[in-house]
C-alpha cells in the first residue's frame, strides 16, 4: 500500500514565550531570538526555582478566565488561529474530529495556584479534568465530530496528530483540528522535574553538549488543521506517523537510541530521501546519548540535516512534539528548513545548519515520552 499523501496542514497555531501567532514564532527563529529567563521573573523571588531559566508566554491576560482554566485558554486560542488560518466555517467545523495532546493538562491553575484567578474546589468544576481543553474547544468553535484526549508525557502532541491521522483513514471525518498544551511552570510540576534531576540551570539550551544535564521547562500551546485533500496547495503533506516502544524503564531511554531507528527504517517516504530531522532533544543527558545514536543508526550513510527548535522554545512537555511540528510547517510552507542556533554542539557526522536552507525532501519529527514511547512524524514538501 501506497503512502496517503491526500492529507495536508492546512492551518496553523502557536503560542509560546516565542509569541502569540505562528508568524511570530517563524520570525523569532529566523532572528534567532532566544526567550529564557529567570523563573524569579514569574514566580517570585522567594521561590526555590527563582533562579532556574524556563520559557512563558507573555501576554498573560488572556489566560485568565473565571469558567475556563489557563490551559484551556491556551488551547482555545491556538485552536481559533489554526481554524482561521485553513479558513474553515461552522460547516467545516460541526463534522471535523478534535484530538488534544496534554501531559500535565490543567495542573497550572488547580493543583497550583494561578495569579488573578480564584481557585476552584477539588472536583468541583471541569477545570480538574484533563481533557476540559477538549470540551471547551467543542462547545465555543462547534466542534461536534469525534473527540479525543491523548496524555503520553512528552509525545503528546505527535500522538495527537496520529490519533487525527487514523481518523481521517478511516474515513471518519474529513477534516480534524488537533490542539496540544501546557503550562507546566507551577511548583507543584517544576518539584517533580527537580526531583527527577531533569531541570537545567544554565541559560542556554544546548541538548549535545557534553556536560548537558536538563531541559528548560516552557509553556506553550499549538494548533493544527488537517484536512483530506485539502484547500490550500501551501500546505505541508501529512506523510507518516509510527509510534512504539522501548519496553526497557519507565524514565530512562536506552543509550543506543532504543527502538526509534527502527520507526525512522519503516517509515514511507514513497523513496525520497529524508532531507531534515527535528529531534526531541530535550538537553537531558540520556537523550544527548540517544538521538545521535538512533540517528546513526538510522542513517549510516547520508545523514539528514538537523533542525533543534527546543534551544528557541524550551521544553513545552506535552506540546512540543506539536509547536515543534508547526514551526517546522511554517517553514516548509515557503519549501524552507528553520535555522539553528549558532554555537550548538553538533553530533559528529551530522550538520546542524544555522541559517535558512531549502528543504529537498521529506521531514522527521521525533518525539519521547518517559516510559520508553517514542513518536515520529513524516511531513512532506508543499508541491
Known sequence: ????????????????????DIKAHREAVEGHHVPFRKLGDLLGKASPYADFPAAWIAKREPLTNRKWSPVTMAALQVAKQAVADAGWGEDDLRDAA????????NAAGWLGPWPGRRPFKLMAASNTMHGEAASAISIELGVAGPNHVISTG????????????????????????????????VEVLL??????????????????????????????AAGLCLEVGGKHSKGPRLLDFRSNSDARDPIGIP???????????????????????CPHATGTAVQAAADPAALSRAFPQKKPSLHLLKPYIGHAIGA???????????????????????????????????????ATGPVVKLSHGMGGHNALLLMGVPD
Open 255 to 277: 543509550g543506543d537510541g532504543g527502538r526509534t531507528p527502527q520507526l525512522l527504517m519503516a517509515m514511507n517516504t514513497d523513496t525520497a530521501e529524508v532531507a531534515a530531522v
Open 154 to 185: 512528552c509525545a503528546a502532541g505527535l500522538d495527537a496528530v496520529g490519533v487525527a491521522r487514523m481518523i481521517l483513514q478511516l474515513g471518519h471525518a474529513q477534516r480534524a483540528l488537533v490542539v496540544a498544551v501546557e503550562l507546566p511552570l
Open 98 to 105: 478534535l484530538v488534544v495532546g496534554t501531559s500535565r493538562g
Open 191 to 220: 518539584d517533580q522535574y527537580a526531583n527527577a534531576g531533569l531541570l537545567s540551570k544554565s541559560m542556554k539550551a544546548d541538548p549535545y553538549a557534553p556536560d548537558t544535564s536538563g531541559f528548560i521547562p516552557a509553556e506553550a
Open 320 to 358: 512540543s512534539g506539536l509547536i515543534e511540528t508547526v514551526i517546522m510547517a511554517e517553514f516548509l510552507r515557503g519549501r524552507k528548513l528553520p535555522p539553528n542556533l549558532a554555537g550548538l554542539h553538533v553530533p559528529e557526522g551530522f550538520e546542524m545548519p544555522h541559517q535558512t536552507t531549502m
Open 1 to 20: 500500500m501506497g503512502i496517503d499523501t491526500s492529507i495536508q496542514m492546512t492551518g496553523l497555531g502557536a503560542l509560546s514565550a516565542l509569541g502569540d
